[in-house]
């Protein structure tokens, strides 16, 4: 199975600062098609996860465009320009390339 | 509006069963695949089992395989999961999800093993 690994698992950040949060696959997220399946995921405290980015960098609708993805082949970035309190939560990457499909362990955002 | 709801979940003991359900809504459902992804209390998410659009392909994380059932009617637009033999480590939340990179969830529904 692919492993995916996030960094740090645990960000406190201040109101309004950035956030950058690492995401790395065991080995390279190129389909056969040429995209590359890796998303992101927000879960807020107790709700269901919901996705932010697909394809490392387009945001979902109504995502704000605060949130943005980067990277390519194993590594990849989620990044907050300024974080808001409704951002708190717990985010992960997750990659929709191989079977099966598998998730980062998630990173905690909470607020300094 | 994409809809989906998962019910059916609830305290099982060891060994027993259990059908999970998710009613899917707002588009049109025989077009996606469906996936089952679950997640411990207090802990990190866990794919389980998807099944193509007709039905006529699954997949099972090796975990279920052999316990868990995944299942669709297209015409009642349902999803479905049948949990057997069932053990205190299958206690989660078990929620839907559409596609393959999980565009849309379900609000999930808690299964409960233990004696």
């Known amino acids: 199975d692919v492993v995916m690994t996030q960094s740090p698992l645990s960000l406190p950040v201040t109101l309004g600062q950035p956030a950058s949060i690492s995401c790395r696959s065991s080995q390279s997220l190129v389909y056969s098609d040429g995209n590359t399946y890796l998303n992101w995921f927000q879960q807020r405290p107790g709700q269901s996860p919901r996705r932010l980015i697909y394809?490392?960098?387009n945001r979902d609708s109504g995502v704000p465009d605060r949130f943005s993805g980067s990277g390519s082949g194993t590594d990849f970035t989620l990044k907050i320009s300024r974080v808001e309190a409704e951002d708190v939560g717990v985010y992960y990457c997750?990659?929709?390339?191989?079977?099966?499909?598998?998730f980062g362990q998630g990173t905690k955002l909470e607020i300094k | 509006e994409v809809q989906l709801v998962e019910s059916g979940g609830g305290l099982v003991q060891p060994g027993g069963s259990l059908r999970l359900s998710c009613a899917a809504s707002?588009?049109?459902?025989?077009?996606?695949?469906m996936h089952w992804v679950r997640q411990a209390p207090g802990k990190g998410l866990e794919y389980i089992s998807a099944?193509?659009?007709?039905?006529?392909?699954?997949s099972y994380a090796d975990s279920v395989k052999g316990r868990f059932t995944i299942s669709r009617d297209n015409s009642q637009n349902t999803l479905s999961l049948q949990l057997g033999s069932l053990r205190t480590e299958d206690t989660a939340v078990y929620y839907c999800a559409r596609g393959g990179n999980y565009d849309y969830w379900g609000q999930g529904t808690l299964v409960t093993v233990s004696s």
């Open positions: 997750m990659q929709g390339t191989y079977w099966p499909r598998t």
């Open positions: 394809k490392v960098s």
């Open positions: 707002g588009f049109t459902f025989s077009n996606y695949a």
């Open positions: 099944i193509t659009s007709n039905g006529g392909s699954t």
